[in-house]
C-alpha cells in the first residue's frame, strides 16, 4: 500500500493530487499570515446552547477541551455586541432593520449564532485555541457523527433513484432524526419512518436518546456512503452530484478533523505533543476514499476564497486603524493572486441543473443548516468550537458558490451580503484544510522513512 500518496484526478473537481498539492505549497505561508492577522483572528461564538436533538450531558472536563476567552474590551468597538445589537443590517444591506432576536439567524447554507447579547456568547482568539487531540471520543462523539452522515439523506435524491435502503434503515436504529424545517417535496416519499416515529425519536426526553450507539452499525452505514459516494459513475444523473458532494464535504471535513488530531496528538505516557503516525495511517491513510475528501474540500473551498475575492477588494474591514484595513486588504489580495493559478479547481455551474434543481438546492440547504445545530451536541468545547466555525466556513463557502453570480458580488452594489464571522470562519477553514494537506505530506515522509531500509 502507497499510504498517504494519491495520485491522478481528484473525483468532482477539476484538479489532480498534484496541482492541489503544488498550490498548497505556493498559498499555505500566506493563509497562516492571514490567519493571524486582527481580522481573521477573532471570532465570535455561542458555545453553550443546549442541543436541539438529544440530552446531551457527556461534556468533556479535560484541561485541553476548554476555550480561552478574551475580554470585547480588546476588539475594535464596530465588533462588539453593543454595536452589532444596536442596528442589524438588513440580508440584502440596502435597508436598516431593527434588530430582531433569534437562536440562529439564517445565513443561507449556514446558521450563524446570533443571539449576540446571551451570556454565552463569547469572543475566543483562535490562534489561542487550536484545534487538535482533547480526548473526546467514545459514544457522544460518535453519535454526532452519525447525526451529521445522516444529513447524507436526500428524498428528493431518493426520488430519482429509487429509493435509499441505507439511510431508511439507519432511521430505524432509533438515531438522530433531524426532519427538515422548511423543505415542502413533492416527491417526499412516505418512507420507513413514520411521522409518529420521527416525532419521537427526535425529542429530548426520547426514550432512545440514550440508545448505546451501535459501533458495527455506524460503521457500517458509513461504508455504505462512502462506496455510494465514490462507486458512482459519471453516467449517474446530475442528481447523485450534489448528493456527492455533500458526502465528501462532511467526510473531508472529519477527515481533516482526524488528521489535526493525529498530528497534535499527546502521548500521555511520555507527556508530549507530537505526529501520531499509526493514528494517521489507522483513520485516514489506509481510507483512500478518506484522504481523497480532504483534496476534495480544499478544491472546493479555494474556488470560494477565489470567487469572493473581488468582493473583499473593497470590503470595510473596520479593524480600528486606517493602516491595519490596508495591510489586512493587501494581504488578501496577496493571498488570492497567489492562489490564482488554478482558479476553477471547482465548477459549481456543474450543480443544481436537472429539473429538481430548485427543490433539491433548498433541501441541500436545509440538510447544511441542521448540520449547524447538530454541532451544539458536540460534547467537548474546543471541538464545538471549531465544528461550529467550520460549519460556519462550509456554509458560506457553498453561499458564496451557490447565491450569488460573479457580478453580484460586489460590496459598494451589495453591500453586508456576508457577515464578518462569515469571512473569518471561511479563511480560517481553509486555513484548516491547508494545515491537513501539509500534514499529510509531513506523514508521507514519516511513512517512507518508517519503510526504508535502515
Ligand atoms: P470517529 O472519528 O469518531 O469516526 C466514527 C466513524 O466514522 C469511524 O468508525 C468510521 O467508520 C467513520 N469515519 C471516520 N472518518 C471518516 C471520514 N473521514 N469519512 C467517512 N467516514 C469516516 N476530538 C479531538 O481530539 N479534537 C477535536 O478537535 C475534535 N473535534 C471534533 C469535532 C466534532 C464536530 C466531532 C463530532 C468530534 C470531534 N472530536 C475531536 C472527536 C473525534 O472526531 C473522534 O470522534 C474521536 O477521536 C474518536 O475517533 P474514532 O476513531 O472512534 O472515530
Redesign the pocket.
Known amino acids: 500500500n502507497d499510504y498517504c500518496n494519491p495520485q491522478g484526478q481528484i473525483r468532482d473537481t477539476c484538479c489532480d493530487y498534484q496541482s492541489i498539492e503544488a498550490i498548497q505549497s505556493d498559498v499555505f505561508q500566506k493563509i497562516q499570515n492571514l490567519v493571524h492577522s486582527k481580522f481573521f483572528r477573532y471570532y465570535r461564538a455561542d458555545l453553550w446552547k443546549e442541543c436541539p436533538f438529544w440530552n446531551e450531558d457527556a461534556l468533556c472536563t479535560n484541561r ?2 476548554s476555550v480561552a476567552t478574551i475580554d470585547e474590551n480588546v476588539l475594535p468597538v464596530d465588533w462588539r455586541k453593543d454595536a452589532l445589537s444596536a442596528i442589524q443590517l438588513s440580508p440584502k444591506g440596502s435597508l436598516f432593520q431593527p434588530f430582531k432576536q433569534c437562536t440562529y439567524k439564517d445565513q443561507d447554507f449556514c446558521l450563524v449564532d446570533d443571539q449576540i447579547d446571551s451570556d454565552s456568547v463569547v469572543y475566543i482568539d483562535l490562534t489561542e485555541n487550536p ?8 459514544p ?3 453519535r ?3 447525526a ?2 445522516e444529513e447524507n439523506c436526500f428524498d428528493i435524491v431518493h426520488h430519482m433513484t429509487e429509493g435509499c435502503e441505507t439511510c431508511n434503515n439507519i432511521m430505524n436504529l432509533g438515531g438522530a432524526n433531524i426532519e427538515s424545517p422548511t423543505t415542502v417535496n413533492p416527491f417526499k416519499k412516505t418512507a420507513a419512518v413514520s411521522k409518529q416515529q420521527q416525532s419521537r425519536l427526535k425529542k429530548p426526553d426520547s426514550p432512545f436518546a440514550h440508545v448505546p450507539l451501535d ?1 458495527a452499525e ?2 457500517q ?3 455504505d ?2 462506496e455510494e459516494a465514490d462507486g458512482g459513475s459519471d453516467s449517474n444523473d446530475e442528481v447523485c452530484l450534489e448528493k456527492r458532494v455533500y ?1 465528501r464535504l ?9 488528521i ?2 493525529c498530528d497534535e496528538w499527546f502521548d500521555r505516557e511520555a507527556g508530549i505533543w507530537g505526529p501520531n503516525l499509526d493514528c494517521f495511517v ?3 491513510g489506509s ?1 483512500p ?2 484522504l481523497q ?2 483534496y476534495f474540500t480544499y478544491a472546493l473551498l479555494l474556488r470560494a476564497v477565489h470567487k469572493i475575492g473581488p468582493y473583499l477588494d473593497k470590503y470595510e474591514y473596520r479593524t480600528g486603524s486606517i493602516q491595519e484595513d490596508e495591510n489586512t486588504r493587501l494581504m488578501v489580495q496577496d493571498f488570492i493572486k497567489s492562489a490564482d493559478s488554478c482558479p476553477s479547481t471547482f465548477d459549481e455551474k456543474l450543480m443544481f441543473k436537472g429539473p429538481e434543481a430548485q427543490a433539491l438546492k433548498a433541501e441541500f440547504k436545509d440538510h447544511f443548516r441542521n448540520v449547524s445545530k ?2 451544539d ?2 460534547g ?1 468545547e ?3 468550537l ?3 466555525l ?2 460556519v466556513g462550509l456554509g458560506t463557502a457553498l453561499k458564496v458558490l451557490f447565491s450569488y453570480e460573479d457580478k453580484s458580488l460586489d460590496p459598494i452594489k451589495n453591500h453586508d451580503l456576508f457577515e464578518r464571522g462569515e469571512i473569518v470562519a471561511l479563511f480560517n477553514t481553509f486555513n484548516r484544510l491547508s494545515e491537513s494537506v501539509h500534514a499529510i505530506k509531513t506523514f508521507r515522509a514519516m511513512y517512507a522513512d518508517k519503510m526504508s531500509p535502515k
Open positions: 485541553d477541551c484545534e487538535r487531540f482533547t480526548g473526546y471520543a467514545g457522544s462523539s460518535g454526532v457523527w452519525k451529521i452522515y459501533k455506524l460503521h452505514f458509513l461504508e456512503l462512502a458526502y462532511i467526510s473531508g471535513l472529519h477527515s481533516s478533523i482526524s489535526h488530531i489507522n483513520r485516514i481510507h476514499e478518506r475528501n480532504v447538530i454541532m451536541c458536540v467537548c474546543k471541538c464545538r471549531w465544528g461550529k467550520q460549519t
